[in-house]
């Protein structure tokens, strides 16, 4: 299911001051709203969309999102397992790992270098909130 979709930006808009966003979460319809609802967002811009943690690792290597906003239950490597990989790039994106379970793996996600760890019931502002937070911190640092 790897996809890097093409995002229809407003004439003479900069992409690089955009917010670039590497989806991942192997329920399809689940990943295609999101991608439309974050795409509106004038700050954000959705580069490309995975179905397993796999395809999340070659995606982030290849794209280089500011971004990766993952599902922590996912076929062939789980969201967990994939941050790590992420995380051990030369140049790594943030990874935001999400679920829809209420289970107890948030350790595991911040040990695996996720910067934060959401429930998928969270409001799409506030998820927002998160993804921006996140970069603006990055860029502080870097």
């Known amino acids: 299911m790897r996809q890097t979709p093409p995002v229809s930006l407003p004439p003479g808009t900069p992409t690089r001051d955009r917010i670039r966003i590497v989806l991942a979460d192997d329920d399809w319809m689940f990943a295609r709203l999101l991608q439309v609802r974050l795409a509106a967002h004038p700050d954000l811009e959705v580069i490309g969309i995975a179905g397993n943690g796999s395809e999340a690792v070659a995606l982030a290597e290849e794209l280089a ?15 967990v397992e994939a941050t790590r990989l992420i995380r051990a790039l ?5 990874v935001v790992l999400v679920t829809g379970e209420e289970d107890d793996a948030d ?7 996720a910067a934060a760890y959401l429930r998928k019931s969270l409001d799409l502002v506030s998820l927002i909130d998160v993804i921006v937070a996140l970069t603006q911190l990055a860029g502080a640092r870097g």
Do not use: K, R, T
């Open 107 to 113: 350790l595991g996600a911040y040990e695996a270098g």
């Open 65 to 79: 999102p500011d971004i990766v906003l993952m599902d922590v239950s996912m076929p062939v490597l789980d969201g």
């Open 90 to 94: 030369p140049e790594p994106p943030s």
